[in-house]
């Protein structure tokens, strides 16, 4: 019904920046908040980053400062700038949406992108 596909991860070096995209597609009928999580080896998922329908913003304090969530609502698509990048960011990012498809749109699902690595060498 709504499926996420992310991009933009890879290799860097400390202090370095990447940029993630994360656009849905589907038969969409409203998407509610976009968010960025991530996963580091051994460790819980957490979030990063979210924004709301209406533009308002979130962060993880290890983030604030350095990282910047957007969206682009006529591309639904959301975005992850990362500047002054830190090894400790290292984690595969995982893109996740509520939103209602078409098909069920008075239900909010979760969805989520199938994550891509970043990973930031020292």
């Known amino acids: 019904q709504v499926q996420l596909v992310e991009s933009g991860g890879g290799l860097v070096q400390a202090g370095g920046s990447l940029r993630l995209s994360c656009a849905a597609s589907?038969?969409?009928?409203?998407?509610?908040?976009m968010d960025w999580y991530r996963q580091a080896p051994g460790k819980q998922r957490e979030l990063v980053a979210a924004?709301?329908?209406?533009?308002?913003?979130d962060y993880a304090d290890s983030v604030k400062g350095r990282f910047t969530i957007s969206r682009d609502n006529a591309k639904n698509t959301v975005y992850l700038q990362m500047n002054s990048l830190k090894p400790e960011d290292t984690a595969v990012y995982y893109c996740?949406?509520?939103?209602?498809?078409?098909?069920?749109?008075?239900?909010?699902?979760?969805?989520w992108g199938q994550g891509t690595q970043v990973t930031v060498s020292s």
């Open positions: 589907g038969r969409i009928f409203r998407i509610n908040t």
């Open positions: 996740n949406v509520k939103a209602s498809p078409v098909a069920s749109f008075r239900v909010e699902n979760d969805y």
């Open positions: 924004i709301t329908s209406g533009g308002i913003t």
